[in-house]
């Protein structure tokens, strides 16, 4: 899948990088409990969080099975923040990208088991572009 998505806009993100997953993130109003170690046997090693880099290294699209990050970094004294406008504009640009690319692919229906498709992933895509 990232090789498709990174051929369709390898001409704006030409570097390519892969990273072990993110843990799940949930918001709970519980206290807080002890750290914990997740020890998962499977056949199937986890699918990896894909960066897709900018020549500078300042802005990254990271793209893993739950979840779409659009980030700018500081890579150098000489690098310039771009302010929130143009990076707010940026990520709706590449996160409508790449829901036409699960449309396109057929990646994203929202019946599919999680191993298939994407489906919370298009369900989220869908909420960011709806947002103001």
Request: glycine share 4%.
């Amino acid at each position: 899948m990232s090789d498709c998505y990174w051929q369709k806009y390898r001409s704006r993100l030409p570097l390519i990088e892969e990273h072990p997953p993110l843990d799940p993130v949930l918001e709970s109003f519980d206290p807080p409990k002890p750290p914990h170690v997740d020890i998962v046997f499977g056949n199937k090693p986890p699918v990896p969080r894909v960066w897709f880099l900018d020549e500078a290294k300042t802005e990254l699209v990271q793209i893993q099975q739950d979840r779409f990050i659009h980030n700018w970094r500081k890579t150098g004294e000489d690098a310039a923040y771009p302010r929130y406008e143009r990076i707010r504009n940026q990520f709706r640009e590449e996160v409508g990208a790449f829901s036409d690319f699960l449309d396109e692919k057929q990646l994203g229906s929202r019946d599919g088991p999680p191993e298939r498709g994407f489906p919370d992933i298009q369900r989220r895509t869908r909420l960011a572009l709806s947002s103001a």
